[in-house]
Every structure is written in C-alpha cells, then in structure tokens.
C-alpha cells in the first residue's frame, strides 16, 4: 500500500472517530468531575481526550491493514 492511501485511511478514519467520540464524550458528562464554572478546562479535556482518541483509532487501523499480507 502506498503513502498516499495510508494518508488517506488515516484521515478518513482520524474525521470520522473524531466526531464519534466528541458525542460519546459529550454523553459521559465529564462535567461532574471537574470544579464549577472551570468551562476553559472541561472543553479542553474534552479536546485532548477526543483528539488522543481519534489519533490512536486511526494508527490501529494501518496498523491492522499493514498485518495482512498483499497491501
């Protein structure tokens, strides 16, 4: 498999997790386990959280396309 399909697999995945995740996020309430009126720090959590998230789902994927053989 060349470059540029991995790029593109990546990316697919990495938009398509990205927002997947921000919801499923948003439905746990992380809320309740920060302070009141900290908005700055849950919507970076929430951020970090979902970008880590994202990124690691789309490197598991190439990572299980490049284990079978013929790619």
């Known amino acids: ?3 540029v399909t991995k790029y593109i697999i990546f990316w697919i995945v990495f938009l398509s997790s990205f927002f997947v995740t ?3 996020l948003q439905a ?4 309740r386990i920060f302070k ?3 908005i700055f720090e849950i919507n ?3 951020l970090i959280l979902t970008i880590l998230t994202s990124y690691l789902l789309g490197k598991f994927i190439l990572d299980i396309i490049e284990l079978f053989p013929g790619n």
Do not use: G
């Open 44 to 46: 970076a959590a929430y």
């Open 36 to 38: 009141k009126y900290r």
């Open 22 to 24: 921000f919801k499923t």
């Open 28 to 31: 746990i309430e992380l809320e």
């Open 1 to 3: 498999m060349n470059d």
